[in-house]
């Protein structure tokens, strides 16, 4: 198992700072989510922790030692990052695809091991791609396409995934079809999983650890069913709301005030 | 049926797509075709016999040296040029991400157009003949192109080199390197300007052994160092951020790619002058017909441009007799309308 955290971590671009002094400790074996505002830098902390960002002060530390010291295709055995909507070269496949995850393994004369077969095929299985692996990525559907991403990150064989915003620009079916995959890969092999997602109610199901992020720090964290309150989401998103109980798992469930239909409403009381 | 082939030993393992070894097979087989047809065809025609006992070692003194000095050198020239061009357009298209990437367009090419431009006119004395060994005209453009590929990565610089900043840097400095040229041949020696107008078209005219025996070792070891990293083109090609997250070092290979495509680049335009478009149409052939996974790209790509060089010398050579046409006016007519399909058809999707 591999533990993941950062200490006194400072994130920004240029003089604007957008993370400040974070320390976090990602649950080992367990669903983390961050949640928060457009801007409020999850997706920024995210990819600190997969070494894409160089922290401006402080350090992410992967089992016990800071990220930046080790060598990349070290990391790269332990941490598997999926960034939002990743771009797919014309005509690539998705076995050609999901190949590439086991770059950190291969050498200029070691490119295809048995080992690298097995992985390929493996994550094919699982992500259920294997049928479509003759494909081209960019004929695929929108989950599909998705499914063979993550198919990509798992032949990395890390014991840890990261995930940005992975149901971003998916239809209903797929995003749940996606996260229920990724709750699979949690339960059955143990993976560490630490993901964006903007939908509160989904996050707030699919989690284990809720992390809401606030003017440049952690609001709150914590099991979803202890965190999310009204409160919380007034603070959080600046927007009033009441919380229920999802009649399905029981996880809390956020349903916006707004002004929707009042006016509607208000209309049929004058009239 | 299973698509690709492994092969594997204990310290080596290798990945062959099927596809791309068809593939392969054709293009290697029209390749011997053009290359018979080159040998064979000219103002004098060595009719199939006679090559055939050229080939084995007994033909005809005259039919020997036809084939031997004067064609087999050029049409080795033209393939080896071909291949450079097409894998250094191949390499950049990767490293850029843009299918319009090409070392034309970020000025090497042009780089090598203005070093034999000023070394024409700098070397001319007032007799108009130069004053050192027209055989430094190669390593003058060697050198220009490698210095535009070098200035390219520097000022593109900025904590890393990122493909945007290359494509745009690459394009002023093409620019650049353009009206350099012009201003050159309008200044210097009207005799100089014509000489360096039939090399800026791109032309194997008089290559000999002694151009092969430098031009097909340095590409081909290129080449193959090409082969040997072409997964890490693979990897850049699915953007920074998962590139990295794989353990790719971006900012190193980048400059590798640099280097290698601009010394293959550098090296066909030394010998050839500035064949154009090759290196542009031939990798996007390439990737219509294998897909973009390098390792069977490269090799592909690199047979068509040798293809397209060979046939487009042995077309310039024989259709308009006695007149001599440089290569580069054909890769360039047919090279010219792809471009305007290709954008057209980038416009439209």
């Given at each position: 198992m591999n533990s993941l955290t950062t200490k006194d971590l400072i994130l920004g671009y240029g003089e604007e700072t957008i993370i400040d002094s974070l320390d976090i400790d990602i649950p080992e074996g367990e669903i983390t989510v961050f949640v928060g505002g457009n801007g409020c830098g999850k997706s920024t902390l995210l990819r600190s922790m997969a070494r894409l960002l160089k922290p401006k002060d402080g350090e992410v530390v992967l089992d016990g030692e800071a990220i930046a010291k080790l060598s990349t295709k070290e990391v790269a055995k332990q941490l598997a990052i999926l960034p939002q909507s990743p771009v797919t070269p014309e005509g690539l496949t998705v076995l050609q695809l999901v190949k590439q995850g086991r770059y950190p393994y291969q050498s200029w004369f070691k490119q295809w091991s048995n080992e690298d077969e097995e992985a390929v095929e493996e994550a094919l299985r699982v992500t259920n791609m294997t049928e479509f692996?003759?494909?081209?990525?960019?004929?695929?559907?929108g989950g599909q396409r998705q499914r063979a991403w993550i198919a990509m990150t798992l032949a990395q064989d890390t014991d840890i995934i990261l995930l940005d915003e992975?149901?971003?620009?998916?239809?209903m079916t797929y995003q749940i079809e996606i996260l229920d995959l990724l709750f699979e890969l949690n339960e059955r092999e143990g993976k560490t999983i630490v993901m964006v997602l903007h939908d509160l109610n989904l996050a707030s199901r699919y989690a284990n650890h809720i992390v809401a992020l606030k003017e440049r720090g952690i609001y709150a964290q914590g099991k979803p069913e202890d965190v999310v309150t009204c409160q919380f989401v007034q603070d959080v998103f600046e927007m009033t709301c009441n919380v229920m109980t999802d009649p399905l798992f029981g996880t809390p469930m956020c349903i916006p005030h707004g002004r929707g239909r009042c006016l509607i409403q208000q209309q049929r009381q004058s009239g | 049926m299973r698509k690709y082939i492994s092969f594997r030993t204990s310290r080596f393992s290798f990945f062959l797509d099927k596809k791309g070894l068809g593939y392969f097979s054709l293009f290697f087989l029209v390749a011997l075709i053009i290359a018979y047809l080159s040998v064979s065809l000219g103002e004098y025609i060595v009719y199939p016999s006679d090559v055939f006992q050229v080939i084995m070692g007994n033909g005809e003194k005259m039919h020997s040296f036809i084939i031997t000095t004067l064609r087999l050198p050029r049409l080795l020239v033209a393939l080896f040029v071909g291949i450079g061009l097409a894998t250094s357009g191949a390499i950049l298209q990767g490293m850029i991400r843009n299918p319009l990437a090409s070392p034309d367009i970020i000025g090497i090419t042009g780089g090598g157009s203005f070093a034999v431009v000023m070394f024409l006119t700098l070397f001319s004395d007032k007799s108009d003949s130069l004053s050192v060994s027209i055989h430094w005209q190669p390593v003058a453009a060697f050198l220009g192109a490698m210095i535009i590929g070098l200035l390219v990565y520097i000022l593109a610089y900025q904590g890393g080199v990122s493909p945007i900043r290359i494509i745009l840097i690459g394009i002023g400095l093409s620019s650049l390197t353009q009206a350099l040229t012009t201003l050159g041949m309008i200044l210097g020696p009207i005799y100089r300007a014509s000489q360096a107008n039939i090399w800026l078209t791109g032309s194997v005219y008089g290559a000999n052994w002694d151009h092969v025996n430098i031009i097909a070792p340095v590409t081909l070891v290129l080449v193959i160092i090409a082969l040997l990293i072409a997964r890490r083109i693979n990897v850049q090609e699915l953007g920074d951020d998962l590139a990295a997250g794989v353990g790719s070092h971006l900012q190193r290979d980048r400059l590798l790619f640099l280097i290698i495509s601009t010394a293959l680049a550098g090296v066909a335009v030394s010998f050839a002058g500035g064949v154009g478009f090759v290196g542009l149409m031939a990798p996007h052939i390439a990737r219509r017909l294998v897909g973009s996974s390098y390792g069977a790209l490269i090799p592909i790509s690199a047979l068509i441009g040798g293809i397209l060089v060979m046939g487009a010398d042995l077309i310039g050579r024989t259709v308009f007799l006695p007149l001599e046409v440089p290569a580069g006016v054909f890769t360039a007519s047919i090279g010219a309308p792809y471009f305007i399909y290709l954008l057209f058809r980038s416009k439209r999707s």
């Open positions: 692996k003759e494909r081209s990525v960019d004929s695929l559907s992975p149901t971003t620009y998916l239809d | -």
